[in-house]
């Protein structure tokens, strides 16, 4: 197969200011003001010199000494903790960000689907954005005209055609930009996990529309942090580590390795994430209560997950699912299933709340897994999805199968009750 993309020497370099520390910490507004005007009047008498007194700068590699090939028709996933380099290296194959060093071929029309608001203009309507789109990516009025209804279809926004997409919700947004992205033809199509942001009926359309892609013998690069998807949807994958190439092969074994470098003192995760003006809920963090990152399965694991309201009145509902690389998802649970067909979560106060569940880890074989958690308005919305997966492995030392040697085979693990009788006479 010919070569769609090829990286040489790929390097992202940033200048990071930082504030040195002064003397003024605690200052009024007078004292402010003051030295404001001192400074102005240095800078006058020495414009050249300038002021450096609390300021120093730092160059910070988001990318460096990236070099990788990639086939017409290969569907790459690219995986890696958050800051790895992951969403730099979309902007630059996307040519939305320039590279520091190195040089990158791309051999084909390329359509991305980056963050929410990335590649429609807010004062133009869902219509004229389309054509907008199809402009960009070189193709005609008549091309673009076939493509339409299809569009339109897939997005599931014919009512809100003609209205500036400034006044979308974000699942809106993001399901008109993916079937912009995906029906327009492109030989090369990037998504980064923006997916995320739509309801879970339409994720799994959006899936099935990259497996399509990639059957025709396109080029897919797709980056998400769950691994079962990336396991479905692709063949080969790129792991990024601290902004470095890591591994480059089969979707299985960079996965593998992943987990392997990922798995200890990773059951806990947590990180400051700032809301956007329309989020409702933001999940602030994920944890196996008492474990280092090794499980055993004499009894269920804690798991907790701390997140924020943002709104009152919304009623949601929060979400996990466990997956191992060989399987994929084994399940999913949800605070529904506390009370089934009752809306949780309708809480009145806004601020901090914890849920807890157990995880049956007596159910599953000895391996490594992984736990995603999401907050929904149950078939109508994601919420939240937290950026991180927490990883952990899983011992079993208590069951007969396991203190005889014998492996267990597939993919869960249960301990049924049993009953031995002679038969009746």
Not at 306 to 324: H, K, M, P, Q, V
């Amino acid at each position: 197969m010919s070569t769609a993309i090829k990286v040489d020497n790929l390097g992202k370099k940033y200048i990071i200011q930082h504030q040195q520390q002064s003397c003024y910490q605690y200052t009024s507004l007078g004292e402010s003001l003051s030295r404001g005007f001192k400074n102005l009047s240095k800078s006058l008498l020495h414009p050249i010199q300038g002021d450096t007194s609390l300021e120093n700068t730092e160059e910070f590699w988001a990318l460096k000494d990236i070099n990788f090939e990639i086939k017409h028709g290969d569907r790459v996933g690219i995986i890696g903790r958050n800051g790895a380099g992951k969403s730099t290296l979309l902007k630059i194959l996307s040519r939305i960000t320039h590279p520091s060093t190195g040089n990158i071929i791309i051999n084909g029309r390329v359509s991305s689907l980056l963050e929410v608001g990335t590649g429609f203009h807010p004062e133009l309507t869902g219509r004229e954005n389309i054509f907008l789109n199809g402009a960009i990516l070189g193709m005609r009025k008549h091309e673009i005209k076939k493509k339409f209804d299809e569009i339109v279809d897939f997005a599931e926004v014919v009512k809100f055609l003609d209205t500036p997409v400034k006044h979308y919700s974000s699942g809106m947004y993001v399901r008109l930009a993916f079937a912009v992205a995906a029906h327009l033809e492109p030989e090369i199509l990037i998504v980064d996990e923006v997916l995320a942001v739509g309801d879970a009926q339409f994720q799994k359309k959006c899936l099935g529309k990259i497996e399509e892609v990639g059957s025709e013998g396109r080029t897919v690069l797709y980056v998400s942090h769950n691994m079962g998807t990336i396991s479905q949807l692709c063949n080969r994958s790129i792991l990024l580590r601290s902004g470095l190439l890591n591994k480059i092969g089969t979707t299985d074994d960079c996965i593998q390795h992943y987990l392997n470098n990922t798995t200890e003192n990773k059951s806990a995760s947590s990180t400051i994430r700032k809301p956007t003006s329309r989020q409702k809920l933001i999940i602030n963090s994920i944890q196996i209560i008492d474990s280092n990152g090794i499980i055993d399965n004499s009894h269920p694991a804690l798991l907790e997950i701390r997140y924020e309201t943002l709104t009152i009145g919304t009623s949601y509902s929060i979400s996990f699912e466990l997956s191992n690389i060989s399987s994929g998802i084994i399940f999913t649970s949800s605070t529904l299933d506390l009370r089934p067909n009752v809306e949780l979560g309708n809480h009145d106060k806004i601020g901090e709340y914890i849920a807890i569940s157990y995880l049956p880890t007596q159910w599953l074989l000895s391996g490594t897994y992984s736990i995603r958690v999401a907050a929904t308005i149950p078939a109508v919305e994601i919420l939240d999805i937290f950026p991180e997966e927490i990883t952990f492995t899983l011992h079993d030392s208590s069951s007969p199968v396991a203190i005889l040697g014998e492996g267990r085979r597939g993919v869960i693990a249960p301990r049924l009750d049993w009953k031995i009788e002679k038969p009746c006479v």
